[in-house]
């Protein structure tokens, strides 16, 4: 799924189970109009715009990707969130703040994708002594070893298990407090808009079969491997 942009053209949560992990974020930390937020690797910027929205919480979206910079930006614009939500194009590895600047950060999905100590050492880094990190990725949920490269992606993403990433939360220095453990119907959510740009393609004139069968057999693999090995998981963190 190379074009991101185009692929998650018909959603704007990029991972599963995330509109259930800005709920366990707004449950845990309780944000109100006093609240500075930091989100890495922001995407679209939904979560922003659901939080700031919602509570009125200013938040601190860190995005790389050029086009969902332009595009969060726009939307924060649209729907009058321009003052609360600051986006800064930059590596979620080495956050552009100082120590203890926020009072909880969140990465949605992208842990492991910035690198999984790097960006929890960063998140620890951001937030003051007793706020929380809370942050989702893929888990596995056993070790199957080295894959063939028919799996693509899959072969090449590092095996890490709840437990496993427990641990790495905490030799960040922060303290595990909660794990909850997305059910298969966040992967189907997640996948259906992606189908339906897929189904888009395939059927428009002149159909680009080529764009939607990459993109039906991504999301394949990522059923076969879901069914094999892979969970979505989402942590709950405390700085101590």
């Excluded at 596995?140 to 790495?168: I, M, N």
């Excluded at 039906?216 to 969970?231: F, Q, S, T, Y």
Aim: aromatic letters at 10%; a negative charge.
């Amino acid at each position: 799924m190379a074009d991101h942009s185009r692929t998650y053209a018909r959603q704007e949560y990029l991972t599963p189970g995330a509109s259930d992990t800005v709920e366990i974020i707004a449950d845990v930390v309780r944000p109100d109009e006093g609240t500075v937020l930091l989100d890495v690797a922001s995407g679209k910027g939904e979560a922003a715009a659901t939080l700031a929205g919602r509570y009125g919480c200013r938040v601190v979206c860190i995005e790389p990707y050029d086009p969902f910079v332009h595009y969060s930006t726009a939307k924060f614009w649209h729907f009058n969130l321009r003052d609360l939500v600051t986006v800064v194009r930059a590596d979620g590895g080495r956050l552009p703040l100082r120590d203890g600047a926020v009072a909880a950060a969140y990465c949605i999905g992208a842990p492991s994708i910035v690198g999984l100590e790097r960006c929890l050492r960063a998140l620890a880094r951001a937030v003051r002594a007793g706020g929380c990190v809370i942050a989702s990725d893929i888990v596995w949920r056993s070790k199957p070893g080295p894959l063939r490269s028919e799996w693509r992606w899959v072969a090449e993403s590092l095996q890490v298990t709840a437990d496993d990433y427990g641990a790495a939360i905490a030799a960040a220095g922060l303290r595990v407090e909660r794990v909850h453990l997305h059910g298969r119907a966040a992967w189907e959510d997640y996948w259906r808009p992606m189908l339906a740009v897929a189904h888009e393609a395939k059927t428009a004139q002149p159909a680009d079969v080529f764009f939607a069968d990459e993109v039906e057999a991504g999301i394949e693999l990522e059923r076969r491997a879901v069914d094999a090995w892979l969970d979505y998981a989402t942590f709950v963190a405390r700085k101590p």
